[in-house]
């Protein structure tokens, strides 16, 4: 049998439409990660900067290692006010959760996708 010129069997367009859909998914969702990045990051400056005090580039810096998960460049000497302290390892702790999260956001569409794609997200 012949099919009709410019046809095409439905699973190919159920298949495009699927990854038009987790282009579309992790895109979404790449960018609700970057504004939480984003925003996790001004709140470590903000922490670091006014409890410090440091300089907003210090601030920066120390920041964004504890959220890529390297650690603080400036350790903490025992002169730190309590107040830099509690927020450091409160920080540090948020940190970690915020970073799992988002690393979860991103990989969400793709583990749907392949549910999806293998017909395991239908029962029976």
């Known amino acids: 049998m012949s099919r009709a010129a410019g046809s095409r069997p439905s699973n190919h367009a159920d298949r495009h ?5 987790l282009r579309a998914n992790l895109t979404r969702n790449a960018g609700i990660a970057a504004i939480g990045l984003i925003v996790s990051l001004g709140i470590g400056m903000a922490g670091y900067h006014w409890l ?15 959220l890529g998960g390297m650690g603080p460049v400036a ?50």
């Open 17 to 21: 439409a699927l990854r038009r859909q």
């Open 52 to 66: 410090g005090p440091m300089p907003w580039l210090d601030a920066f810096v120390n920041a964004a290692m504890l």
């Open 75 to 124: 350790p903490l000497d025992a002169a730190a006010p309590d107040g830099l302290k509690l927020f450091a390892g409160l920080y540090a702790i948020y940190c970690g959760v915020v970073v799992i999260a988002m690393i979860g956001l991103i990989l969400a569409p793709i583990g749907m996708h392949m549910l999806h794609r293998f017909h395991l997200d239908r029962s029976g």
